[in-house]
Nanobody, 124 residues
Framework: QVQLVESGGGLVQPGGSLRLSCAAS????????IGWFRQAPGKEREGVSC????????YYADSVKGRFTISRDNAKNTVYLQMNSLKPEDTAVYYC?????????????????WGQGTQVTVSS
């Protein structure tokens, strides 16, 4: 069964850090581009970051540049999103998605598999 499972969300104070994990089962992430998305209440789901499978190129939304870092460990079939200097506006449900192509996209279209999401709440 093909599955993506996110973990690592939680409640953190402004300025704090979290590391999200996206673990794949039922398929190998090596040949998939991976994206992280988030959706806050009342807002559309938006792309946060993505990493390509061919050369490991990474892309970030302007709102998270310099604070978030995406990485992948193909041996563990897992992709990570390190989030530092978190702000209240980062509060959202975070999803990972896999795209069966080498180049990643920050847009929602073109992703084949999605996880169920993990809640991130940034609040004092």
């Amino acid at each position: 069964q093909v599955q993506l499972v996110e973990s690592g969300g939680g409640l953190v104070q402004p300025g704090g850090s979290l590391r999200l994990s996206c673990a794949a089962s039922g398929f190998t992430l090596d040949y998939y581009a991976i994206g992280w998305f988030r959706q806050a209440p009342g807002k559309e789901r938006e792309g946060v970051s993505c990493i390509s499978s061919n050369d490991g190129s990474t892309y970030y939304a302007d709102s998270v540049k310099g604070r978030f870092t995406i990485s992948r460990d193909n041996a563990k079939n897992t992709v990570y999103l390190q989030m530092n200097s978190l702000k209240p506006e980062d509060t959202a449900v975070y999803y990972c998605a896999a795209r069966g192509a080498p180049v990643c996209l920050l847009g929602r279209r073109g992703y084949d598999y999605w996880g169920q999401g993990t809640q991130v709440t940034v609040s004092s």
